[in-house]
Every structure is written in structure tokens, then in C-alpha cells.
């Protein structure tokens, strides 16, 4: 998550997955084997349970609740933030204040941030919902001004951290955001540990919540430039790397960063999001600054045309929430697509008497994608949701067209 101006820019499904603090009772784990472009499913228990249950000021556990969170903003702005469907402010310019929680906690606006002495003051403060590290520890790490860069934190040292922020409060769940090495093992930013993915197992012993960012439309390198599905492989490898025992959030981009020239679409966005969620994300953090053409610390919010796209999908996320929050069923669909070089990445959950059906494209291209549903007899009608039309399903199978980073959420009935 930048914070500084430096040029580099800051399948298939796994279950939610339950924190190895405690899971709780019933609840069983599982992953499964992908590339960030295959087809399959993967599966969640039949006893799925919140992983914030176990944090008694923690998230909400509640069915109906999925974080969309914005990244180190003036809490002054919550409510406009409120009104475009965040729920979460992740981290607090120098704080928190005291100023800042008066300010969120007029808007309603939960908060993760540093547990400082005013944060500790504030244990039993339902606005706090969670502590953090500081940002990036697995990047090269500065010097001072003119002073270069020098190792990353250690792995070792965040662990120690981690249990003296639980150990201070062990109500909350602790949060680590890491770099874009996560996705992209030739990230130079990491200095002296460049190509070393072996430090992220141990990164993640030293948190809850792992999230982690990578923003390739305003990436300035070739290698990761324009290439969505980065941000998909950057999820999977966390949730491999937490072996599925830890929550899984991770950051979106929206404006041009460090990039004059080049930002993301709101059908980038878009795609970016649900590719996030499909592969296993449990939580989002919007990255909203900007220092191309000129500093914006809420370009968002200066943007019309993204922040009524941001909060459509936001929008919708809440909505769907219910369905996002059961578990994941595995090896109940198959799905192929037209065009071997352009994968379909599909999830597919049960919520009351409905099937969804979760699924976006993984490469800049068009396909068809064939659906099949093994034991749906007979014919259906299969709703396209948000796109006003329907797809007409015969004994389980059905098509649909998909175009570059395009996303098709399916209900059938």
C-alpha cells in the first residue's frame, strides 16, 4: 500500500477459511490445486461458521456482513465513504487520535488500525475492530531520506509483534498487509529477499487477517502490466502459504497511483474484485490515493464516474453477502471454455433454495464458457443477475458470452 512516491506500484476457490487461533466447532477446512486460470470448484464444510466468531470486538459475524474497507483515509470523509458501501477503515494517518475515533464513530465507521497508546486506551471502543501491523514489512525498508534502503523486516520480528499485540488485547484479530512479492516473486522492491517466496509462510505466521496489494493497471512494469490475474494468483498463494487456517483480504486499485497515464476501468475494477472473491478473499481494501497528475489522497472521491462504479459493485457485494458467506461447493459444476487461452474462473454456492454461480474471465479476451451442473434435470431458468436477462438451463447446461474482464453472477431457482 504506498504511502510514499516510489515508481513501482504498490482456482480456484477456497473456502472461507477459519483462523488458527480457534475454529469454531464443527467447522472443517479444505483447499484445492489451481493456476489462476482453470476451471474448477472448491469446497467449504457444511457447518460453516463466521472466523470472526472467535473475537469477542472483533468483525461482525454476522451472515450479512463481507469487509469493504478503504486504506489510510481522513476519517472526516467516513461518512461519504459510508454512502458508497465501505464498512472498514483500514489504518489511520499517525493514529489513532483521538480526533479520528470521535470522527469515525459519528459516521458509524469501524476501524482496524495500530494498537498506540491511544488505541489501548480504547480496548473496550466497538469502533476499533481490529490492530495492524505496519505496512509492507516484507519490502525493502527505508533508511531515512537519502539514506536508501535497506532488508526487509524479518519474519521473525513480526511474529514477536503479533504476540504482543495479542497479548495486549487478544479480543481482535490482528492484520498484516504485505507487498506485491506476494503475487510477483520478481519484485524488486523486496531488495536483498527479490525472488525469496519462501519468506511468506513465515510473514503469515505473524497475523490473523494476511492481505496483501498489487495494482497491475497502474503497474509501470511490462511483466505484471495490464495482467489482472495477478491479483487472483497473489490470493491463492495466501490462502496456500496460511494453509487455509487464516482470513484472507487483499487490495483493489482505482486510480492511476504513481501513473499518469494509465488507471483501471470500473469494468477493471470490477473484474479485479470478483476475481479476488472467487479465488478466496474474504475481505477488500480499496487503495484510493493518487500522486499522478497531481497528489489526491481520496481520488476516489473525485472521480464521479469510478465512485458510482465502485459503489455498484460494493453495492452488490453487501447485497449478496448471505450467499458469499456460505460455504463453497466442490466439483459441482464444469465448465469449459471456447477459447483455450481465455479461462473462466467459476465458484458456486447454495443459499436457501437458489444455486449461484460466480464466474469471471481470466485473461483480456472473449470466450464462450459451457456450464454443466451434474444432477439439475430437466429445464431451468438461470438469472443473470444485475443484467436484466435469462439464460434457459437444460438438464444442468447452459452457455454464456464473455468478453475481456467481463463477470457473470448466475442465480438459478
Known amino acids: 500500500m ?42 467449504g464444510a457444511s457447518n460453516w461458521a463466521s472466523p470472526y466468531v472467535q473475537w469477542k470486538n472483533g468483525p461482525s459475524s454476522d451472515a450479512g456482513f463481507f469487509p469493504i474497507a478503504v ?34 464513530k459519528k459516521a458509524g465507521m469501524k476501524v482496524i488500525c495500530h494498537q498506540n497508546e491511544v488505541g489501548r486506551k ?40 503479533y504476540e504482543k499485540i495479542r497479548s495486549a488485547d487478544p479480543t481482535r484479530p490482528v492484520l498484516l498487509n504485505l507487498g506485491q512479492g506476494v503475487a ?45 490475474w495477478y491479483v487472483a494468483r497473489g490470493v491463492e498463494r495466501l490462502v496456500k502459504w496460511t494453509e487455509g487456517e487464516k482470513i484472507v483480504w487483499n487490495c483493489i486499485e482505482c486510480t492511476r497511483i504513481n501513473n499518469p497515464t494509465s488507471k483501471a476501468t470500473p469494468q477493471q475494477v470490477r473484474c479485479e474484485v470478483w476475481m479476488s472473491i472467487i479465488h478466496g478473499s474474504m475481505g477488500l481494501i480499496y487503495f484510493v490515493h493518487e500522486w499522478e497528475p497531481k497528489f489526491n489522497e481520496s481520488a476516489l472521491l473525485s472521480d464521479p464516474e469510478m465512485l458510482s462504479a465502485v459503489t455498484a459493485i460494493n453495492r452488490q457485494i453487501i447485497r449478496l453477502a448471505p450467499v458469499l458467506n456460505t460455504p463453497t461447493i466442490k466439483d459441482a459444476v464444469h465448465l ?34 459451457t456450464f454443466t451442473i451434474p444432477g439439475l434435470a430437466g429445464e431451468r431458468t438461470v438469472e443473470v443477475l444485475g443484467e436484466n436477462r435469462t439464460i434457459l438451463s437444460r438438464d444442468g447446461i447452459f452457455k454464456d458470452s464473455f468478453g475481456a474482464w467481463d463477470v457473470h453472477i448466475y442465480r438459478i431457482r
Open 122 to 161: 480504547h480496548i473496550d471502543d466497538g469502533i476499533i475492530i481490529g490492530w495492524m501491523h505496519g505496512d509492507e514489512p516484507d519490502n525493502a525498508q527505508s533508511r531515512g531520506k537519502g539514506k536508501g534502503y535497506g532488508p526487509p523486516i524479518p519474519p521473525k520480528n513480526i511474529i514477536d509483534d
Open 71 to 104: 486504506w489510510l483515509q481522513n476519517p472526516a470523509k467516513a461518512g461519504r465513504y459510508r454512502a458508497a458501501g465501505f464498512n472498514t477503515y483500514v489504518g489511520l494517518w499517525k493514529g489513532p487520535t483521538e480526533q479520528q475515533l470521535v470522527e469515525l
Open 336 to 369: 469449459s471454455s471456447d477459447n483455450e487461452d481465455v479461462p473462466v474462473a467459476v465458484m458456486m454456492k447454495k443459499h436457501k433454495n437458489d444455486t449461484y454461480l460466480f464466474a469471471v474471465t481470466m485473461r483480456n479476451g472473449r470466450t464462450t464458457a
Open 2 to 43: 504506498q504511502r510514499i512516491i516510489i515508481p513501482a506500484v504498490c482456482l480456484i476457490l477456497i473456502v472461507h477459511a477459519l483462523s488458527v487461533l480457534g475454529k469454531p466447532a464443527g467447522a472443517s477446512l479444505v483447499r484445492s490445486k489451481s493456476d489462476s486460470g482453470n476451471v474448477e470448484a472448491s469446497v
Open 184 to 228: 510477483w516473486d520478481q519484485w524488486h522492491g523486496r531488495g536483498v529477499r527479490t525472488n525469496h517466496p519462501e519468506d511468506y509462510p513465515e510473514y503469515v505466521k505473524g497475523c490473523d487477517i494476511a492481505s496483501f496489494d498489487i495494482y497491475p493497471v497502474a503497474h509501470p512494469k511490462p511483466q505484471v502490466s495490464g495482467k489482472l
